[in-house]
Structures are given as structure tokens and as C-alpha cells.
């Protein structure tokens, strides 16, 4: 801290505004930027720093705007040589490593405990954070490369399970930090299998099209992360710098003003991902705006989006009150791009594409049978090692019901490898044990991608499931998208109406997903359009969650556009699109068009105009107007 003081008082004295220098900020490398760089970034990272440390205090989550981006932050300021606060860096990255056994048994499971809410981000950040802390692989990535692979949907891309933008609310960002994570993080045996995901993910990114500033920057880094050709990567440049504002910054939708988050990462994607030189006019506004609305404090203030629940409010440290989880991650994302900008380096921490360096070992011996048993090697083999690494293990006598933390066992590990599950049921592995988690093999293999074969093996075996667990499988393989799996289970005596504990169906998890296509096929194999789950109705999850596609896929399949979340005064679809803003008034058109209610009236009395002046959504109340008036 004494050394950040120290040269902080320097930069004070020689720092000049940007303003009074009409915006040009000289050659890339020259001292003069360097300086005024440096000087933005070692005000920001205090309160960033003190903030994640207040963080874990109150929330053990890792969170991707205060320790992700934190570290991230952290990390591109040594790079450049900077000083950071030491102790306090130290503490977060041991927070966010987590390792544990149970923690690892967990997230082969998807425990949400252990994975966190909307995992395929928020564990996408977490390993994009611990490769720039340069943390070795170890068994907990491991176990988040299995858990992720397991996530991929069947056209190649990773779903967001939440929608909390601007960070957690893209498909886009899903896939390119799932698909970052698994190549700095694979392990040798997989390499083939995730060379394969990796270049399933690239297709889906070129095809995809991007909607939000969040997906434009995101598809930039997923290509480049992918090996994309140099044609798609200069097209989602073009993309990018075709959105920019004249005051040189971006807006994360464009009813917005511009931000210091959404111009902080398409710097950093520019730069980092599409090769643009930092002397570019395009970077150098962007520089400009940045350094030019950067706060006394050291701080960006960005306003937050959020409209519905999602993590409680409370003070974190950082300031800006309930704005400061979305003004933390613009700071952190600030950081990184003053840092790229300070010279015209990329920086591996965004460009390193290889495997990180794996330790000679790093499979955990089981503490509960003793290292000798070779139950800890048998699981990390069942984990992320090859057919043949199992084999061995077994045939130097391992259980092939050795039993690890929680209760893990070899198949619940090897779900998605029919091949590893065909052998240790050939050693005497028993499908039917169930971890502390109540979790069981064909349970596992439902949820995951590539578990299909071994859903038809072990149905092919006998009877390998209850009817509870037949039907929670197929909300697990709706979950997942995969309606091969749904067949397959319904075929097998699965429900399409049984619900979950919530009163969740297979629509609902399909909706929730942002699923069209399965919608309709869900609908048209005779699922219920309107059942109630959390106290909602699939239109309603739509409307809420700004899932345009989903939501007229349930119009078209006669969904009721009049339902009432949580009560016959609550909300209508129509009072959730008139207040969420994704960027499109869409939602509102669609629900229009199916005869959507103008004129009902919420537990406030207030109908969707009234929701949408509330919130300030002007291009919303412009379109109930004209739909009043046709009326």
C-alpha cells in the first residue's frame, strides 16, 4: 500500500486532464499516455481491492464483478508493472480458489452450493481469473472442465441460466468464457474431446447473430478464443466499431447512454481479440471517454439494469449504492482496458490460447480409503483421463465402487463417457448408488452433453430407474436442451408434465432456457403451455426474462397472454415487457399481437403504460400508445 501512496502523489503532480488536450492522446508508447494511464488505474484499484475483500465478508459467492474481474483487474495492472495491494490480491485469489474435496465433488455435480447461480459464467470468469493469476490446473478445474463440457448444449453454445445483465444475461458470453476455460484448463486425456467442443462453439459463433453490445464484444472474444478465421474476427471488429458513440464511448443497448462497462470490454475485445492497434482512432476515443468520466474516487459509475430480483442488495465497500455490483465490474473491466491500451501488447491473459502448464500430478487421494486403496487416482481417471488411465486402475485392483467425497462415485464421474461407464460396469460398478446429493449415474448422464449413449445403455440393461427418477431426468435433459434425451425418456415411461419440486415441467425449464425450438416440440408432443411453476406461467418466465424467441414459440402454441404472476392482481406478461428493456421492443410487439391486455392493472393499480413511463422505457409507452389508439 505504501508503494501505491507513493507513486500515486508522483502521478498527481504531473497528470493533465484528458479534456484539455482535445481528446488526442499521442503515440501508444509514449511516456506521456503512459502516464496518464497509469495514473487512472492506480486510482481505480483500491477501492476495487478493499471492495472484494469486503465482498467475501458478507457473500462467499465469487462473484464475476468483484473477484473475477477483481483478479482480472489485478493481474493486467502487475503486468504492466504497477503496483497492487499485495496482501489484499493474496487473499482474494485464495478465496476464489476454493479447493476442497467436497467443494470438487460438488461441481461435478452442479451443486449450486459449489457451482454458483448461472455456473457456465460465473465459473467461465472464475478459471478466466485464476489462468491470469497463473494458477496452475489442479483437481477443482478439473472439476469445472467436466462440469462445463457438460453444459454445452447440442448446437455447440453454452446457455446464460439467468438473466442479470449486463454480465449474466448472454448466451454469447456463456460460450465464449466455457469455451475459454475448458482450452486453458483441459487435461491431456481430453484434449481430442475438447479440441472437438472448441470447434463446435466456433460454428455456433460465426452462425449466431449478435443482438446487444454484450454479444458483440463476447462473439469477438469467443472467435478469437476458437481460432476463428481472420474473415469472421475483422467482421465482429467491423461490427463493434460501427456501434460506437460520438462522445467515443458505447452504450450496452442503444436506448442507453454510453458507459464505462460497455466501452471498458469492447476496448479490451478490440484490442485483445481483434488485433486493433491501440493507436487506432477508434481506441484512442475510447481511452478518451474513459479516462474522461472516471470519478474523483477512482471509481465508474454505471447504472444498473436490473428490474426484477436477483442477489440481495448491501454494501460491499464499493460505492454508488444499489448501482455498485454493475459499477465494480466497469471498474475492473476499466482497469484491463487502460492497461491493454498503456502499449500496443496483447496480453496472454486474453490472447493465450494453449493449455495451461499441468504439475506432474494432481489427482487427489482419497483421504476417507487411504492413497494406497487408489480410489482418488480411480476417480480422477473416471474424471479426466483416458479409457485407458481407467482400465489400468482397475486392473490394478481399484473399487469400482470406491466412494469419494460426498459420496462421488467412478460412474457419477464418468456420466458422459460411455466407454468409462461400460467398463466399470463390467468391473461391478453398481448403477444405483446415490450420492449425498441424491445424484446417480443415469441422473448425471441426463444432464450432460454426450450422456445420451449411456442413457441408452443403461436403459438397454434393465430397468436402471424409479419413475421419479425417469422423470427427473427428463426435466435434467430439458434443462440441457436435448431433445434426442427427451424421446429417449418419454419412450421409457418419463413424464412430460411431472413437475419438480418448484412445480417446474420440462416447458418450464425449456422457457427458462430461452429454448424456442424445444418449446415447440415440448408443445407439440403434448406438454401443458400453461403450467404454473414458481408461481408463474411459461409466458410469464418469457416476459420477465426478455426471452423474445420463447415467448412467441408459447403465443403461437396458445399460451395465455392474459395469466397474472403469483396472483389474480399480480402482473401480466404484458407489465414484465413494458418494464424489462432488453434492448428491443419486441416482447411488447409480440404480446401486442396476440391481444395482450392494455388495460390490466397490477397490485399498484398501474397497467403496463404506467410500468413503462415508471421506468423510463419511452420507446415501450410510444407503442402501447399507438396499440390504445388502434384499438
Known amino acids: 500500500m505504501v508503494r501505491w501512496i507513493a507513486r500515486f ?66 493481474a493486467a495492472a502487475r503486468e504492466r508493472g504497477l503496483a497492487v495491494d499485495d496482501d489484499l490480491a493474496a487473499r482474494l485469489l485464495a478465496r476464489v480458489l476454493r479447493t476442497s474435496p467436497e467443494a470438487e465433488a460438488g461441481i461435478v455435480q452442479g451443486d449450486r452450493r459449489d457451482v454458483g447461480i448461472n455456473a457456465q459464467i460465473g465459473q467461465g470468469y472464475r478459471l478466466l481469473a485464476l489462468a491470469a493469476s497463473d494458477v496452475a490446473p489442479n483437481t477443482n478445474t478439473d472439476a469445472v472442465v467436466t462440469f462445463l463440457a457438460g453444459k454445452q448444449q447440442p448446437d455447440g453454445h453454452w446457455r446464460s441460466e439467468s438473466h442479470r445483465p449486463p454480465l449474466e444475461d448472454s448466451e454469447f458470453t456463456a460460450t465464449a468464457l466455457s469455451l475459454r476455460a475448458l482450452r486453458r484448463y483441459v487435461t491431456p486425456a481430453l484434449a481430442d474431446e475438447i479440441a472437438g467442443r472448441v470447434r463446435r462453439a466456433r460454428d455456433w459463433l460465426v452462425t449466431a447473430v449478435p443482438v446487444t453490445h454484450e454479444e458483440r464484444v463476447m462473439q469477438l472474444f469467443g472467435l478469437a478464443w476458437s481460432d476463428a478465421g481472420a474473415e469472421e474476427i475483422d467482421a465482429a471488429v467491423a461490427g463493434l466499431r460501427a456501434t460506437q458513440r460520438p462522445d467515443g464511448g458505447w452504450a450496452q443497448i442503444a436506448r442507453r447512454e454510453s458507459d464505462a462497462f460497455a466501452t471498458a470490454e469492447a476496448l479490451v475485445a478490440l484490442h485483445e481479440a481483434g488485433g486493433v492497434s491501440s493507436a487506432d482512432e477508434t481506441l484512442r476515443r475510447g481511452a478518451a471517454f474513459l479516462l474522461d468520466t472516471q470519478l474523483a474516487d477512482g471509481t465508474w459509475h454505471v447504472t444498473t439494469r436490473r428490474k426484477t430480483e436477483g442477489l440481495p442488495y448491501f454494501e460491499s465497500g464499493f460505492p454508488h449504492g444499489e448501482d455498485q455490483f454493475v459499477s465494480a465490474a466497469a471498474t475492473g473491466w476499466a482497469i484491463a482496458a487502460l492497461c491493454a491500451l498503456r502499449d500496443d501488447v496483447r496480453s496472454p491473459i486474453w490472447t493465450g490460447s494453449a493449455a495451461k502448464a499441468r504439475p506432474a500430478a494432481v489427482a487427489r487421494a482419497d483421504p476417507q480409503a487411504g492413497a494406497a486403496s487408489g480410489s482418488g487416482s480411480l476417480l480422477a481417471a473416471a474424471l479426466s483421463g483416458s479409457v485407458d488411465d481407467l482400465a489400468d486402475r482397475l486392473a490394478s485392483g481399484a473399487d469400482a465402487n470406491a466412494r469419494g467425497p460426498g459420496g462421488l462415485t467412478p460412474l457419477l464421474c464418468a456420466a458422459s463417457d460411455v466407454d468409462k461407464v461400460r467398463l466399470l460396469l463390467a468391473h461391478g460398478a453398481d448403477p444405483s448408488t446415490r450420492s449425498e446429493l441424491g445424484q446417480t449415474v443415469f441422473l448425471a448422464a441426463a444432464a450432460r452433453d454426450g450422456g445420451l449413449p449411456v442413457l441408452r445403455l443403461l436403459l438397454a440393461r434393465g430397468p436402471a430407474a424409479s419413475q421419479d427418477d425417469l422423470d427427473e431426468a427428463l426435466r435434467a435433459a430439458a434443462l440441457a436442451g436435448d431433445l434426442a434425451k427427451i424421446d429417449l425418456l418419454s419412450d421409457a415411461g418419463a413424464s412430460l408434465e411431472a413437475p419438480g419440486e418448484e412445480g417446474e415441467t420440462a416447458l418450464m425449464l425449456a422457457t427458462w432456457q430461452g429454448d424456442a425450438e424445444l418449446v415447440r416440440q415440448l408443445v407439440a408432443r403434448g406438454a401443458e403451455v400453461d403450467p404454473v411453476g414458481y408461481g408463474v406461467t411459461p409466458l410469464l418466465v418469457a416476459a420477465e426474462d426478455g426471452q423474445r424467441d420463447a415467448l412467441v414459440a408459447l403465443l403461437e402454441s396458445g399460451a395465455d397472454v392474459a395469466a397474472r404472476d403469483g396472483g389474480p392482481d399480480g402482473p401480466t406478461a404484458l407489465h414484465w415487457a413494458a418494464i424489462i428493456d432488453p434492448g428491443t421492443t419486441a416482447l411488447v410487439e409480440a404480446l401486442l399481437a396476440h391481444g395482450a391486455p392494455l388495460d390490466a392493472r397490477d397490485e399498484d393499480g398501474r397497467t403496463p403504460l404506467d410500468r413503462a413511463l415508471e421506468h423510463g422505457n419511452t420507446a415501450f409507452a410510444e407503442v402501447l400508445r399507438a396499440a390504445a389508439a388502434g384499438r
Open 9 to 74: 502523489a508522483i502521478l498527481l503532480l504531473v497528470v493533465r486532464p484528458l479534456a484539455a488536450q482535445d481528446g488526442a492522446l499521442g503515440a501508444p508508447t509514449s511516456a506521456d499516455l503512459a502516464v496518464r494511464l497509469d495514473a487512472a488505474v492506480l486510482r481505480a484499484l483500491p477501492p476495487l481491492q478493499e471492495s472484494g475483500d469486503d465482498w467475501y465478508l458478507a457473500r462467499t459467492c465469487n462473484s464475476c464483478h468483484h473477484a473475477s474481474l477483481g483478479l482480472i483487474a489485478v
